[in-house]
């Protein structure tokens, strides 16, 4: 993967861009894109070999606009990784702490750095696009006093310089990060297993679909659910298992939940990550 | 419930105002409120008698912020209601179809609209804070050219003329919207009931909370999961299911789910809505 193209969303600097480097190592090639949508769409018409999507974060919840890109562009899972979000306050050129009036960043960025704003009630916040794009616009427009929260990542890429670190009020800020590409081949060491299914109209049927897992005690490590668009109070539901999809007792649960549901895709058979 | 205060987030003329009287009436007063935690406070803090927020659309999904205010401010569900999603094209003066060049109104209430805009290439489509918002503010500016997407109630409530209706792509477009209030009294036949649990870090610890419903043929009609903050990687999950909570199988089955779970607290027990 050394020279893998990876696209991501956001500009240079995202916290995704951090998270294709913890999982891929810092020689991969980074493709910026503006949307998660065009993100997907990178690798499905070859422009870039994979993309990093963000799919859940601890405190904020999962990014359900990523589940359902899952489902409509078919891309494989191929890995995952887990970033700690440090939030990081980046200036440039005299701004210093003391001097800092103004703070650029996304309001989910601000909203969770509510403590350092608290302590520092002169400093205006001011909601940005995208947190590494308030590093880049401070780069080029150089406006005094002001700063922006973003990642290390984005402090480094445009050469701002880290007047504090650990912004964020709570220090269990957990980004998980989905790699996927158009590849099927199967991975080394696979050892965690994605999927989506529908659930038939009939009572008590995601019991028995989770009942595939639990009688085999296969571990269910997310379960997430998903309107089905057509079908008013119908879901889909993704669940992520512990085991490869070819194992013995995987391959088991896999057929028996073939026959409880109306619908299933297994998304990908992948390496988990260390869960911090 | 005759002069009740709903509070509701949005301006006067949102599809939540519809919701409220429909399910309560044309005679209640309104309270249109700025965020959902402003509209969860209005009834926590006495301004309003209840609250009507939405909680889920069958195509984008769950309102997920307002699954963490329910948390948050202890108030109960005491009903519900599903209301279809129309979308209305709204204009003042003397603007027409023919003449209409601009169209404001919020971005998920444009991008449900795709076939109407292909349909029409010559008219802008402008992002809104608010769909109610998009015509109270042509009311006021008589924009040449410009009409707004929203509710018929907004085209009432500021007078303006609905040039097409029927403007979204998908029919199948619901919200379900939940009534809250401080009240804990028991609601006359209320048939459903919600409830929020963590569970125990534990293998087929999931399992384990929805067999109390299954082995008791008691119907989960949802069931959402939420981060559980400060804890990565574990979830909150909030279920709804057919049924009284005082039914005897029912109290059964929350007895036996205190056994296995770390939290459990009941958010109501209402009369369920007719589902289309």
Request: proline letters at 3%.
């Amino acid at each position: 993967m050394k020279t893998a193209k990876v696209a991501f969303q956001g500009e240079r600097g995202s916290f995704s861009e951090e998270a294709a480097y913890k999982l891929l190592g810092k020689r991969v090639r980074v493709i910026p894109c503006e949307t998660f949508a065009s993100t997907f769409r990178a690798v499905s018409r070859g422009k870039a070999n994979c993309c990093l999507v963000p799919i859940e974060n601890t405190l904020a919840g999962s990014i359900y606009e990523n589940y359902d890109h899952l489902l409509e562009y078919r891309l494989q899972i191929i890995g995952e990784v887990n970033l700690r979000i440090v939030h990081n306050l980046i200036a440039f050129a005299g701004t210093t702490l003391a001097s800092c009036c103004k703070v650029y960043s996304h309001p989910v960025a601000l909203a969770q750095c509510t403590r350092f704003f608290s302590k520092h009630r002169k400093i205006e916040k001011i909601p940005f696009y995208d947190t590494a794009g308030s590093v880049k616009m401070l780069a080029e427009k150089k406006i005094k006093g002001g700063a922006g929260i973003a990642s290390r990542v984005a402090a480094a890429h445009y050469k701002g310089r880290i007047l504090r670190t650990h912004l964020e009020d709570h220090r269990e800020n957990y980004t998980r990060f989905l790699l996927l590409s158009k590849s099927k081949k199967s991975i080394p060491k696979a050892n965690k297993t994605s999927l989506v299914f529908s659930t038939r109209n009939i009572p008590g049927a995601l019991f028995k679909c989770l009942s595939v897992f639990a009688l085999r005690e296969i571990d269910l490590t997310k379960i997430e659910s998903r309107p089905l668009r057509g079908r008013p109070w119908e879901y889909l539901f993704y669940v992520d298992f512990a085991g490869h999809r070819d194992d013995e007792k995987s391959k088991n649960a896999l057929a028996h939940l073939g026959e409880v549901v109306n619908f299933l895709r297994v998304l990908g058979c992948y390496k988990s990550a260390s869960r911090i």
